[in-house]
């Protein structure tokens, strides 16, 4: 079965300053995709980067990139120029690429603050 | 923009009620997922719906549970005999493919409160 560890219970930045999020998982599959949701005081669930498994590039949208280390199972999220708007709770989540129907594993958060 | 919606937003019941929260998926989206969150834990997958059937469901989801797609636009979760432990926030997600080629789009969530 995947597991999907989030270490970091809570993290801090101040507005305009980079921070990094950490996740790794774990899989004896070869073809899956990784995900960042996050999830503000509102609740809803928004995508923020998603990251295929076969893609040795790691994907960024605008202020958010991924360190993807696929060999070390490890996928972290940058914010760079943090804003305000970011403070939320970011989950990152696991899907595998194979028979399966899209199950998402989800790790157990990590709660950011965005100080002004 | 296309969206996930559900109803209701909030739903309190009494214990061993019957409960059924709804969705709409979106519209040309063929797989359809039920995941809950328990307040403060993380979100945990229930059950993946496509062609009709379930294709996958997870421990949690027990004979106290079903899902159904009554018309071409619904997607909905029933409870039967709801327990306290039932209490959280449930979302629906759906997304155009399964196996993770395409992205699950989630709703803003129901969140029930069992009494």
């Known amino acids: 079965a995947q597991t999907v560890t989030q270490s970091q219970p809570e993290m801090s930045v101040q507005e305009a300053e980079t921070v990094t999020l950490s996740c790794t998982y774990d899989?004896?599959?070869?073809?899956?995709?990784l995900f960042w949701y996050k999830q503000p005081p509102s609740r809803q669930m928004i995508l923020v980067i998603r990251?295929?498994?076969?893609?040795?590039q790691n994907a960024t949208e605008n202020r958010f990139s991924v360190n993807f280390q696929k060999a070390a199972k490890s996928f972290s999220l940058k914010i760079s120029d943090s804003q305000l708007g970011d403070t939320a709770m970011y989950f990152c989540?696991?899907?595998?690429?194979?028979?399966?129907?899209?199950?998402?594993?989800f790790g157990q958060g990590t709660i950011l603050t965005v100080h002004p | 923009e296309p969206e996930v919606t559900q109803t209701p937003s909030h739903q309190v019941t009494q214990m061993g009620q019957e409960v059924i929260l709804r969705c709409v998926p979106i519209?040309?989206?063929?797989?359809f997922y039920w995941y809950r969150q328990i307040l403060g834990q993380k979100v945990e997958f229930l059950v993946s719906?496509?062609?009709?059937?379930?294709?996958?469901k997870s421990e949690i989801f027990d004979d106290q549970f079903s899902v159904e797609r009554p018309d071409g636009s619904n997607f909905t979760l029933k409870i039967r005999s709801t327990k306290l432990e039932d209490s959280a926030m449930y979302f629906c997600?759906?997304?155009?493919?399964?196996?993770?080629?395409?992205?699950?789009?989630f709703g803003p969530g129901t969140r029930l409160l069992v009494l």
């Open positions: 997600a759906s997304s155009s493919s399964g196996g993770g080629q395409e992205t699950q789009y």
């Open positions: 899989t004896s599959e070869n073809n899956y995709y």
């Open positions: 990251q295929e498994a076969y893609k040795q």
């Open positions: 989540a696991f899907t595998s690429g194979g028979t399966s129907y899209g199950k998402l594993t």
């Open positions: 519209s040309n989206h063929l797989y």
């Open positions: 719906f496509y062609n009709n059937e379930i294709s996958e």
